[in-house]
């Protein structure tokens, strides 16, 4: 039997309903804050009452200014969930795995949170950032904190194009959003964060041509090279992911950096899949190669310097986690209804933008 179309439909809608702002527009600016949850019971209570209070904190600093496309995304480490909710657990969700090759290494890095928040104005980010971190300081150690801004023509500081190849439409959120195969999470995601420090004196010591085999791209316009002259250890041929002849796409939102002061220049990367296996085995093809060897010569010239796997559940199960043991909150994720709530229309009404219940800024 055909699926009907507009049940499959109504499906997508709720899952998109429930889900964390995890396809948000891309924004100017953006804020990535990834912090420890110290030791005691009380840090744990802490975490946990603010689960449901981001939406509360959101609003408030979402209200300053309805045309700033602020969002936020919070996520949660291996370690985390275990101390926060228990069983049940994301079936993928694990502590990043590191990968060794040679001189090339993925670090993997200390993470229990991650708040992804983005917006046309800095000063939005940096005040719920302010907000969150005034909520619960004390009950948190902050490991990373980067302040990333759009590179004039959403180049990173290589000078190439970023997230040409991001899903659009319907697609993206068939690629982010976990659905039926796990009921218990519908509407979550899984996202991998790694920070990259570049050589530039080095990578623009390169001719145009040469930079431009190992990315796979043309600089100027970004058009893709054609195979028959793009090398097999080319970025964008490692990165891309085919299974039964479909290729699996993930959502990038990475970031420029730097200190041109302390000569720092760099790209934070962060993927949103609904499975952390896609994301790990482009980075397998990176680091190691494909076949191993033959491996991404971008990183002859970038170095990961962190590295992070956190889950994100649906804004459904924030708002519904309490102040109890571990366990207790988990019960608490929403599986998508067959027939969802209609949501509010697109606009920026103060909401935090996540479902029938909040809005939904993704259009």
């Known amino acids: 039997m055909e699926p009907d179309p507009k049940s499959t439909r109504n499906a997508a809608e709720g899952l998109r309903a429930l889900a964390q702002p995890v396809a948000a527009p891309l924004t100017r600016a953006a804020i990535f804050l990834v912090v420890k949850i110290n030791s005691g019971t009380d840090s744990c209570a802490t975490v946990r009452s603010f689960c449901p209070d981001l939406s509360k904190l959101f609003r408030a600093v979402n209200f300053r200014d309805l045309e700033g496309a602020l969002s936020c995304v919070m996520g949660f480490g291996s370690e985390a969930w275990d101390r926060l909710f228990g069983a049940p657990r994301p079936a993928d969700l694990h502590p990043f795995r590191e990968i060794r090759s040679g001189p090339r290494h993925a670090v993997s890095t200390p993470g229990d949170l991650i708040f ?154 962060i993927g949103y899949s609904r499975s952390p296996r896609t994301i790990e085995q482009m980075l397998e093809n990176m680091f190691v190669g494909k076949p191993p060897g033959n491996y991404d010569r971008i990183l002859d010239f970038s170095r990961a310097v962190t590295g992070s796997l956190f889950f994100v559940p649906s804004a459904e199960f924030l708002d519904n986690v309490a102040e109890a043991e571990p366990g207790v909150a988990a019960s608490a994720a929403v599986t998508p209804a067959a027939e969802p709530a209609p949501s509010a229309p697109p606009g920026n009404n103060g909401s935090l933008g996540i479902g029938s219940l909040k809005g939904d800024p993704h259009e």
């Open 116 to 269: 992804h928040i983005r917006a046309k104005r800095m000063d939005l980010c940096f005040e719920l950032a302010t907000q969150i971190m005034a909520r619960i300081g004390d009950a948190v150690s902050t490991v990373d904190e980067v302040q990333g801004f759009r590179y004039f023509d959403d180049r990173d500081l290589l000078g190439f194009v970023d997230g040409t190849e991001n899903p659009r439409g319907d697609l993206v959120f068939d690629s982010v959003l976990i659905g039926e195969e796990q009921p218990a999470f519908a509407g979550g995601s899984y996202v991998i964060v790694q920070k990259y420090l570049h050589d530039l004196s080095a990578w623009n010591a390169l001719s145009t041509e040469a930079q431009e085999r190992i990315i796979g791209r043309r600089k100027l316009d970004d058009i893709e090279l054609d195979d028959s002259v793009k090398p097999t250890s080319a970025h964008n041929a490692l990165t891309t992911i085919v299974e039964d002849g479909k290729e699996i796409k993930i959502l990038r939102d990475n970031m420029p950096f730097g200190r041109p002061g302390s000569a720092e220049f760099g790209t934070y990367f």
